[in-house]
């Protein structure tokens, strides 16, 4: 009792709250109802609920669960119950409260908790860096208190090549710290890439500079626009994007749901905020311009070559360029930059009808979903198998490898879209729009492959795993026949190794596909694992399998198939000074989120380098 009248001031967190979904309000609004009243009462073991205040609780996690293991789907809440609001209750509710310090369970007490004024951001209202705190990436930590911004004489000049997330973070540290940045993107803004977009989805024209993987904001802008990462939710650096991506138009529940999503309609609008904010700061966007080759002196970057056949100087070069720029790494490889290959996964993607995803995972509260406008989220799924390639016969030339299958980067009422920059390559992904309406469902089923799987391109070097790419996306192209055309296969006939070319079920993807023999594109192994795993994902979904599964040709492009090995705490490269390789590209990210990071943790790196702010520490 005494321990906790001294942690008036403080909050508990209490989590695992569940509450059914026929007394949620359901899957946008945010507010604490009847029924989350009554969840947080039980796990107090408060007798009445009504009688709790609802401005004491904050809602900082909503997700919902609707996991086989259940007996039926729920809404689970964490919430952040404010100990000094509890005060203002009446003398006898108090004493009871007070009893709850010994049955904490699930609570965890939170004396400094961060609340929506103070959470971290990057940008605050003066359009000046402050409040950040977390790492650089060195471990070293920065906030408001400890930055000060260095008034240069002469600011230095710093080309950011890319405007993928990664790309975008740098850049805006890098200019909110005062560097003069140029940010250059061989792709459009995004006005003229939707148009561009556009052409090649309905008069099948692709712009080689212009398409799903090159423009403004990057791969993920005609994305599905999932912000989920593996390198923790509630990392500040994480944190920090979040916030900074509200603060350019995202809605403010991505920081508060479970699994955040934005969809390319608000990725678009987004996007445009922040170029204004770049633009508002000084950074000189420069799209349509491509970065075709470095330029060196005393084996130190001094400046860049560019499509319009300019040469500009820049104090240091940020490689921001994604893992479709093979030109780039090319380029890399031929000014001899150490580039080591590594794992990376290939394979197809499945597509469902959305209304089959919805009643595996919810049966009777299917129904609940309304294409994107009911109650509940439209249903996704994850599933993970671990494969050994000696359960499929005789060794591989290479050798064993226990590998892992798993779905992708899986598009909920989403689509099939074409992700090559080559029209003699064929390579897919998913993107959805924020509603996720479509009635499908689809994923990438994918394989992890490691390097020593590459042994017949090994005289590309280390460019033998994009070469391993390419030679699957060709493929896909042949077996397509051409013109953007998909190859497909039934899951049912993809297991069976066996073609129906008649009635082959209707696809998303809007350039047409062709009935064809996914089950002889990829080595025998690659094949085989994704069979077994295919058939262990039915028992956990069941349905999974069906008539109506569409498999699409190819998946190749997961992460990037080599790194650029740098410094840890400066982000330089090891083998060329003055280079700065960041984001997936570089090998050091993989979605949007953990790029997004790694271009935040890279620019106070650069700015570090350049002395552009000192700390006190
Ligand atoms: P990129 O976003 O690839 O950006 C690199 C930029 O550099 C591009 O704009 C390119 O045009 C530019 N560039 C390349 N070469 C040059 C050059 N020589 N000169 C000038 N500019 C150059 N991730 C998620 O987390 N959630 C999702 O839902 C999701 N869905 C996706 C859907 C699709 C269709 C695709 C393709 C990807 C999706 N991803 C998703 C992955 C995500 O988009 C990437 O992980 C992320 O964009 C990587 O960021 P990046 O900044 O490292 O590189």
């Known amino acids: 009792t005494t321990e906790i009248k001294n942690r008036e001031e403080g909050y508990w967190r209490l989590s695992k709250l569940s509450v059914p979904v026929d007394m949620d309000p359901g899957k946008d609004v945010l507010c604490i ?11 107090l073991e408060f007798p009445v ?40 209750m009446e003398p006898r509710t108090w004493d009871f409260i007070l009893k709850l310090e010994p049955r904490l369970g699930l609570r965890e007490y939170l004396p400094h908790r961060k609340t929506s004024s103070d959470v971290i951001t990057i ?36 080309a950011v090549v890319g405007s993928g997330p990664s790309g975008l973070f740098a850049s805006l540290v890098l200019g909110e710290l005062g560097a003069e940045v140029t940010l250059i993107e061989r792709g459009q803004g ?18 080689p500079e212009s398409n799903f993987c090159f423009g403004e904001g990057g791969a993920g802008t005609w994305s599905d626009g999932k912000l989920v990462t593996r390198i923790g939710r509630n990392t500040e650096s994480v944190q920090a994007i979040m916030k900074t991506l509200v603060y350019f138009g995202a809605p403010p529940s991505i920081l508060v749901d479970g699994k955040p999503h934005l969809g390319t309609d608000r990725l678009v609008s987004l996007l445009r905020n922040f170029r204004r904010h770049l633009q508002g700061l000084g950074v000189d966007i420069k799209f349509g311009t491509k970065l075709d080759d470095l330029l ?89 198998k671990y494969v050994d390639d000696k359960d499929f016969g005789p060794s591989t030339s290479y050798g064993d490898t226990s590998r892992s299958c798993y779905s992708f980067c899986m598009c909920p009422g989403g689509q099939v879209v074409l992700t090559s920059t080559n029209p003699s390559e064929i390579c897919i992904n998913g993107m959805s ?43 896909a192209a042949t077996m397509g026949g051409g013109n953007f055309v998909v190859p497909v296969q039934t899951v049912t006939d993809f297991l069976e190794n066996k073609l129906t070319v008649m009635d082959v079920p209707q696809s998303s993807y809007r350039l047409g596909v062709k009935a064809s023999s996914l089950h002889q594109l990829f080595p025998f192994h690659i094949t085989q694992a994704l069979q077994q795993s295919i058939t262990t ?52 990210a993989g979605g949007i989120l953990s790029a997004a990071v790694d271009g935040l943790y890279s620019g106070f790196a650069v700015a570090k380098a350049l002395n552009l702010y000192h700390d006190d520490i």
Not at 190 to 207: A, F, K, N
Not at 362 to 381: I, K, T
Not at 569 to 574: A, D, M, V
Request: charged share 25%.
């Open 190 to 207: 995004v006005e003229q890439r939707g148009r561009d977009i556009g052409s090649l989805v309905v008069r099948r024209i692709l712009q």
């Open 296 to 384: 060196m002196e005393n084996s130190r970057v001094v400046g860049i070559k560019t499509s319009d056949n300019h040469k500009l100087a820049y104090d240091a070069v940020v490689l921001a360029v994604g893992h479709s720029a093979r030109d780039v790494y090319q380029m890399l490889h031929r000014h001899g930059v150490e580039l080591v290959p590594k794992d990376f996964a290939v394979g197809l993607r499945i597509e469902h009808p959305q209304e089959l995803i919805n009643s595996i995972q919810y049966a009777d509260l299917a129904s609940e979903v309304c294409r994107g406008r009911g109650r509940l989220p439209v249903a996704d799924y994850k599933v993970v």
């Open 433 to 475: 729009f924020s509603r996720r309406a479509s009635k499908w469902a689809n994923a990438a089923i994918v394989v992890t492959v490691s390097s020593k799987e590459f042994k017949d391109f090994q005289h590309f070097g280390p460019l033998a795993g994009v070469e391993f790419q390419r030679e699957f996306e060709k493929r």
């Open 123 to 158: 940008i605050n209202d003066n359009n000046q860096i402050k409040g950040y705190t977390g790492s650089t990436g060195d471990g070293h930590a920065i906030s408001s208190e400890t930055i000060h911004k260095v008034a240069f004489p002469k600011k230095p000049k710093i």
């Open 33 to 43: 109802s009847d029924g989350l009243l009554q969840a947080i009462a039980k796990v």
């Open 49 to 88: 609920a009504s009688m709790l205040p609802p401005e004491a609780f904050f809602i900082v996690r909503k997700s919902f669960d609707a996991r086989k293991s259940l007996k039926e789907p729920k809404f689970v809440y964490t919430v952040d119950m404010d100990v000094k609001k509890l005060l203002n």
């Open 537 to 588: 994902f039915d028992k956990e979904l069941p349905g999974f399998i069906s008539k109506d599964a569409l498999l699409h040709g190819v998946e190749t492009r997961t992460s990037s198939p080599l790194q650029i090995p740098r410094d840890k705490e400066t982000f330089e490269s090891l083998s060329l000074k003055g280079l700065y390789p960041i984001g997936e590209g570089a090998g050091y």
